[in-house]
């Protein structure tokens, strides 16, 4: 059984930061890639960031150079340090890992909202 929790959203005001980080708990689960999605009011859920288990790293357009994912593979946690958030950051942030079986599980979610 695979489980994800986020936490540190919360609300922070436009040009500011924030620490999101995820901790899974999955005894033996071989995690492949880890990752953070968002959704937005309205919107269809888009990926943020992933890490694979290298460290090797791919960001959405929309965020590269603001945001940066971390993972320790022996904790198994991620993290996503946002910088320079803008209002268009505002969402829903969900963690999700996938297995060495292409299964996919995700975290309840956490809210991230940036004040103009």
């Known amino acids: 059984q695979v489980q994800l929790m986020e936490s540190g959203g919360g609300l922070v005001q436009a040009g500011g930061s924030l620490r999101l980080s995820c901790a899974a708990s999955a005894n033996r689960v071989t995690i492949n890639l880890m990752s953070w999605y968002r959704q937005a009011p309205g919107k269809e859920r888009e990926l943020v960031a992933t890490?694979?288990?290298?460290?090797?790293?791919d960001y959405a357009d929309s965020v590269k150079g603001r945001f940066t994912i971390f993972r320790d593979n022996v904790k198994n946690t991620v993290s996503l340090q946002m910088n320079r958030l803008e209002p268009e950051d505002t969402a829903v942030y969900y963690c999700?890992?996938?297995?060495?079986?292409?299964?996919?599980?995700w975290g309840k979610g956490t809210l991230v909202t940036v004040s103009s």
């Open positions: 890490i694979n288990s290298g460290g090797g790293t």
């Open positions: 999700s890992l996938r297995n060495d079986r292409g299964t996919n599980y």
